[in-house]
T-cell receptor, first 117, second 115 residues
Framework: DTGVSQDPRHKITKRGQNVTFRCDPI?????LYWYRQTLGQGPEFLTY????????KSRLLSDRFSAERPKGSFSTLEIQRTEQGDSAMYLC???????????????FGEGSWLTVV | AQTVTQSQPEMSVQEAETVTLSCTYD???????LFWYKQPPSRQMILVIR??????QNATENRFSVNFQKAAKSFSLKISDSQLGDTAMYFC????????????FGQGTILTVHP
């Protein structure tokens, strides 16, 4: 059984370029989340999918950010026209839907580090 | 809005001793879950322990236990018999009563276990 995998693990890009991160959740997990974590801080919620539907987006997710989960399996997070303030670790997580039970365990990936220079 | 506060940026402990990490939170919900996550250096975040607000009994997982004070909105983590592998950043988090995994995290506490 593999955990949540993210690719690439590290990305250095020039300001203004577009970047895309991919997340493969644990198989059979129908909930998928993206969080952002800056150095020395706790993760901040960005967005949430249940199957292929994007059900919530944080105000942190500006117009330059878009996330998709086209077939309810893997997900991509694209950042257009990157800015230095986008430098952070982007964490993907997944969980299963157990009859709307609260407190489901959320499993995190190792994250994708983005450095914008 | 929900807030989670960890007031100890760094803690250290000797191997085999006990350490307590503090966390306070604020939510208007009556039922919610609280979590402690561990993030070792350059490693993924893993769940250490969770507590349902409706349960009076404090959660325990082997060497890890919590002291949940609902009225005070306090949720501390006690690590007994500390091991070198416990060295990590520890995050307190709350789901704010959502039925899905929207977590609000604290700022984290760096714990160093010394031999």
């Amino acid at each position: 059984d593999t955990g949540v995998s993210q690719d690439p693990r590290h990305k250095i890009t020039k300001r203004g370029q577009n970047v895309t991160f991919r997340c493969d959740p644990i198989s059979e997990h129908n909930r998928l989340y993206w969080y952002r974590q800056t150095l020395g801080q706790g993760p901040e919620f960005l967005t949430y999918f249940q199957n292929e539907a994007q059900l919530e987006k944080s105000r942190l997710l500006s117009d330059r950010f878009s996330a998709e989960r086209p077939k309810g399996s893997f997900s991509t997070l694209e950042i257009q026209r990157t800015e230095q303030g986008d430098s952070a670790m982007y964490l993907c997580a997944s969980s299963s839907l157990e009859g709307q039970v609260m407190g489901n365990t959320i499993y995190f990936g190792e994250g994708s580090w983005l450095t914008v220079v | 809005a929900q807030t989670v506060t960890q007031s100890q940026p760094e803690m250290s402990v000797q191997e085999a001793e006990t350490v307590t990490l503090s966390c306070t939170y604020d939510t208007s919900e009556s039922n919610y879950y609280l979590f402690w996550y561990k993030q070792p250096p350059s490693r993924q975040m893993i769940l250490v322990i969770r507590q349902e607000a409706y349960k009076q009994q404090n959660a325990t997982e082997n060497r890890f236990s919590v002291n949940f004070q609902k009225a005070a909105k306090s949720f501390s983590l006690k690590i007994s018999d500390s091991q070198l592998g416990d060295t990590a950043m520890y995050f307190c988090a709350s789901d704010g009563g959502t039925s899905y995994g929207k977590l609000t995290f604290g700022q984290g506490t760096i714990l160093t276990v010394h031999p």
